[in-house]
């Protein structure tokens, strides 16, 4: 939106002159500058007005109670899926109508909100706003007239239903699915050449197939004509390029003649490896294109928020202009209120490097990156056994002890015990050595914990960013709790409840799960999988929206045409799901009746099997068997919009975060802090933090710092200490953005915000591309 950032105040530095007194138009300044800042923190690029009501109605707008309020109503909007006929737990119309309302009440109120703060040029240029009040219309109209209807007895469709995703797609807090919904957008001009493609392929090879196998007379298992309907052909080639139905489609022609198998394998190998390998590719390029794009906008919007915050607070000394420190410390209060006394010194004497009682322009644009890199402080303190035994914890005796907790093979010896534990878990306990081999694991478990805390601070070692000390003492206490339960089952011979002993076994396989922890390379996996989770919360809701909006697509079309019975019922009625229709049919045979649509929870369950295409045959097969043969291209339509498009870039997504998350090293602020930590001598380097290496006994408690000097602090073992939060837990997002950020020179303003805003992917690439730019 061009005139977004104008009304944020990019064209105007500073709030309108006003006859306020000088305090209060400072605390103004201050509030403007933090809201600039805020928003370049969290890569916010919402318009706002810049007078004093507008800037508070703003800063409450973004205030985490409203933006859960407001998750909730979409939530609950949502979920009245579940309570509306087709309804899994039915409810009145009267109470899912009036819960409705209050959802779009809030709805309504929260766009209001939005309104006061941005300019009403941009508020009504803003597509998104405008698709908001819309869908709340047409939800009310769609409500009375459905109301009115249900009133004389007469059933409708509930239409507006399928439009209640907008609300969590167009809101300013879902920006990122709208980013990947704008990937889609984007990717589709070029997929589509590669579709149409791949249908007229399709299309050829089945008009061969019917001049092939149609005047043949073959049947099929069932008994019907083979080959013999250009839209059937055309339907079963496009599920075999799925693998669905392989080889059963192929079986009729091979039997008549083994010939024919070869026109099968030159279908498979053109339009399953070579046209959906062409897919993703297309996809990959399309998506990592926009990608990029999309991130090099935010880093650019960034900086211009920051300069428009410098600006605003920046005063004249000597010959340039700076932001006194009591302002800096100021607007950091502001901007980031829990942030810790020590924390903020640190960050004040990165800024001010010279100790000059201001910052420059330069070093206040990385402001918004200090306050995202999490800094850990913690307090270095002693074992509680130092301090109530001193001589008995310092003797050598204990010393020794600690030293092999602390070694190496003190954890080489448990990967082993490890591994002999799960050949025993395989063995039959009945034997009575297996089973008292079951203690004897436990109890070296149980040993490894106490050296451990022997060992280690006990706060230390189950701080809450220490994830892997937790889980490995929950798996042995799961274990402690399956051991002794199953012997307690054993001993009383007349209690038996196999639901319990299911649970007492799956609680001891849990013990293995410690191979993860004890394996560093199994461990960079998990860590892998956190860094990228929040973007795959991304991708988990636009399946949502897809999977909600077939859903209720497919119970406006299909509930009620399959039923499911119990299965030990043999009437006529249940054998065939409850539908003449589908007598004789695989669908029935196989006993699918579960698979309906007569509730949202069964309609996700039969999307999340189309979505694994092992059986989108016999699905389809059985809806177009209850409705009509049309009902087909529902199901095709799921495939390609979620198998060809979602699926893939979310391949696309998995292979750019990896690509980007082993490239790139630590950026340019880090290195900052963590030299000014070390300078400061008040360091600790995150591999002391893991495992057998918190010999430092840390603690999270903030206490300042401390009078002494570094070198006195280390020799103690007591102090305030700081280190970087690890790197393996920065988003993607992060790590793209700081890839960008990387060349943007730091003195270097970048181009204007019409500029910014009117980026295309095209400017990434040279226009003429020679053999030297292109490598």
Same mark, same amino acid.
């Given at each position: ?10 064209r105007?530095l500073?709030?309108?002159p ?8 400072e605390d ?8 600039y800042?805020?928003?370049a923190?969290y890569n916010?690029?919402?318009?706002f ?9 703003y800063?409450?707008?973004n205030h ?6 407001i998750?909730?109503?979409?939530c609950?909007? +949502?979920s009245?899926?579940?309570f ?9 119309f ?11 009440t809030?709805?309504f109120?929260?766009?209001v909100?939005f309104?006061k703060?941005t300019p ?8 998104k706003?405008?698709c908001?009040?819309?869908t709340?219309v047409?939800?009310l109209?769609?409500?009375?007239i ?11 469709v ?6 209640r995703?907008v609300?969590?797609i167009?809101?300013?807090?879902? %920006?990122q699915i ?9 990717t ?9 493609l ?14 092939l ?39 009729p ?10 026109y099968?394998?030159t279908?498979?190998i053109?339009?399953?490896y ?5 897919f993703?590719?297309v996809?990959?390029?399309?998506y990592r ?5 999309e991130?090099?906008k935010?880093?650019y919007?960034?900086?211009h928020?920051m300069?428009?915050?410098?600006n605003?607070?920046?005063v004249?000394v000597g ?6 420190e009591?302002?800096?410390? %100021?607007?950091?209060?502001?901007v980031a ?5 020590p924390?903020?010194?640190?960050l004040?004497r990165?800024?001010d490097e010279g100790?000059k009682g ?5 070093n206040?644009?990385r ?19 130092e301090?109530w035994?001193? %001589? ?6 204990s ?12 954890v080489?010896?448990? $990967?082993?015990?490890i591994?002999?534990?799960a050949?025993?878990?395989a063995l ?10 079951e ?5 070296l478990?149980?040993?490894e ?6 060992t ?5 070692y189950? $701080?809450r %960013?220490?994830?892997?000390?937790w889980?490995?003492?929950?798996i042995?206490?799961a274990a ?11 001993s ?5 409840s ?6 007492v076994?799956?609680?001891?396989? +849990?013990?293995?799960?410690r ?17 990228i ?11 949502l ?7 209720i697509?497919g119970?406006?079309?299909f509930?009620g ?5 119990d299965?030990?019922f ?6 065939v ?8 049919s695989?669908?029935a045979r ?6 309906n649509?007569n ?18 045959l ?6 177009a ?6 009902a087909?291209?529902?199901f095709?339509?799921f495939?390609?919009v979620?198998v060809?498009l979602?699926v893939?870039i ?5 292979l ?6 082993y490239s ?6 880090e290195?900052?802090?963590e ?5 400061l001598?008040?360091g ?7 495992d057998?290496?918190?010999? $430092?006994n840390v603690?999270?408690? $903030?206490?300042?710092?401390?009078g ?8 103690d073992l007591?102090g +305030?200490y ?7 837990y920065?988003?993607v ?7 960008f950020?990387?060349?943007?020179a730091?003195?270097?303003e970048?181009p204007s915000l019409d ?5 295309s ?6 226009k003429n591309p020679?053999f030297?730019?292109?490598?």
């Amino acid at each position: 939106m061009p005139g977004a950032g104008r009304a944020a105040g990019v064209r105007r530095l500073r709030p309108q002159p006003s006859e306020e007194p000088p305090a209060q138009e400072e605390d103004q300044n201050l509030l403007l500058a933090a809201a600039y800042v805020s928003d370049a923190q969290y890569n916010r690029n919402v318009p706002f007005e810049t007078s004093p009501r507008a800037i508070r109605l703003y800063y409450f707008y973004n205030h985490w109670t409203m933006q859960v309020a407001i998750y909730f109503f979409i939530c609950v909007d +949502l979920s009245l899926a579940l309570f509306e006929e087709p309804a899994l737990f039915p409810l009145p119309f009267l109470a899912t109508s009036l819960a409705e309302v209050l959802c779009l009440t809030a709805f309504f109120g929260r766009l209001v909100h939005f309104a006061k703060v941005t300019p009403q040029m941009v508020f009504w240029k803003d597509t998104k706003n405008i698709c908001i009040m819309v869908t709340i219309v047409l939800t009310l109209i769609d409500l009375i007239i459905y109301g009115s209807l249900e009133a004389v007895n007469v059933h409708s469709v509930r239409w507006s239903r399928v439009l209640r995703p907008v609300f969590l797609i167009n809101f300013p807090e879902s %920006r990122q699915i709208r980013r990947t919904f704008r990937s889609i957008r984007n990717t589709l001009p070029d997929i589509l050449y590669v579709f149409l493609l791949f249908m007229f392929s399709v299309l050829i090879f089945s008009l061969m197939a019917l001049k092939l196998f149609g005047d043949r007379g073959l049947k099929t298992v069932e008994g019907l004509p083979y080959f013999t309907n250009i839209l059937d052909i055309v339907f079963e080639l496009y599920v075999l390029v799925t693998t669905a139905n392989s080889p059963d489609v192929m079986m009729p022609a091979y039997n008549f003649n083994w010939w024919y198998c070869l026109y099968f394998i030159t279908y498979t190998i053109i339009n399953t490896y070579i046209f959906m390998s062409v897919f993703l590719a297309v996809v990959y390029n399309n998506y990592r294109k926009h990608l990029k794009n999309e991130i090099r906008k935010l880093a650019y919007l960034k900086r211009h928020k920051m300069i428009e915050a410098f600006n605003i607070l920046k005063v004249k000394v000597g010959t340039e202009f700076v932001v006194m420190e009591a302002q800096w410390r %100021r607007l950091a209060k502001v901007v980031a209120p829990h942030i810790s006394g020590p924390h903020l010194e640190l960050l004040l004497r990165i800024s001010d490097e010279g100790q000059k009682g201001h910052v420059d322009k330069v070093n206040f644009l990385r402001l918004a990156d200090l306050l995202n890199i999490q800094v850990v402080t913690i307090n270095v303190r002693r074992h509680p056994l130092e301090d109530w035994m001193p %001589r008995v914890y310092r003797s050598s005796a204990s010393l020794l002890v600690q030293r092999m907790v602390q070694h190496r093979i003190f954890v080489w010896v448990y $990967d082993v015990i490890i591994l002999i534990n799960a050949i025993f878990i395989a063995l039959d306990e009945r034997n009575p050595f297996i089973s008292y081999a079951e203690w004897l694991f436990l109890s070296l478990y149980i040993i490894e914990i106490l050296l451990k805390l022997y060992t280690y601070e006990p706060r230390a070692y189950f $701080d809450r %960013r220490q994830f892997w000390n937790w889980f490995d003492t929950l798996i042995i206490i799961a274990a402690l709790v399956a051991t002794v339960a199953n012997t307690t089952i054993q001993s009383a011979r007349k209690y038996n409840s196999q639901q319990i002993l299911d649970i007492v076994l799956i609680l001891r396989i +849990l013990r293995l799960l410690r191979i993860i922890v004890s394996i560093q390379r199994f461990r960079v996996i998990v860590t892998t999988l956190i860094n990228i989770g929040p973007t795959i919360l991304t991708f988990g809701g636009l399946v949502l929206v897809v999977y909600y909006v077939f859903a209720i697509i497919g119970m406006e079309a299909f509930h009620g045409k399959v039923r499911f019975s119990d299965p030990n019922f043999t009437s006529p009625d249940a054998l065939v799901c409850g539908n003449p229709a589908l007598k004789d049919s695989a669908f029935a045979r196989d006993r699918y009746c579960k698979n309906n649509f007569n509730d949202l929870a069964s309609s996700f369950i039969v999307l999340m099997e189309l979505t694994v295409v092992n059986h989108l045959l016999l699905l389809a097969g059985g809806f177009a068997l209850v409705t009509h043969q049309v009902a087909k291209l529902y199901f095709i339509g799921f495939h390609i919009v979620v198998v060809i498009l979602i699926v893939n870039i979310f391949i696309a997504f998995i292979l750019e975060a990896f690509f980007v998350a082993y490239s790139l090293e630590k950026s340019e602020v880090e290195t900052a802090i963590e030299k000014k930590i070390q300078e400061l001598g008040v360091g600790i380097q995150e591999e002391e933090m893991q495992d057998g290496k918190l010999v $430092d006994n840390v603690d999270a408690k $903030d206490s300042g710092f401390s009078g002494d000097d570094g070198d006195n602090k280390r020799k103690d073992l007591k102090g +305030l200490y700081f280190r970087i939060a690890s790197k393996k837990y920065r988003t993607v997002d992060a790590l793209l953005q700081q890839m960008f950020e990387s060349e943007i020179a730091p003195e270097e303003e970048g181009p204007s915000l019409d500029e910014i805003l009117n980026f295309s992917p095209g400017d990434l690439y040279p226009k003429n591309p020679n053999f030297e730019n292109s490598a």
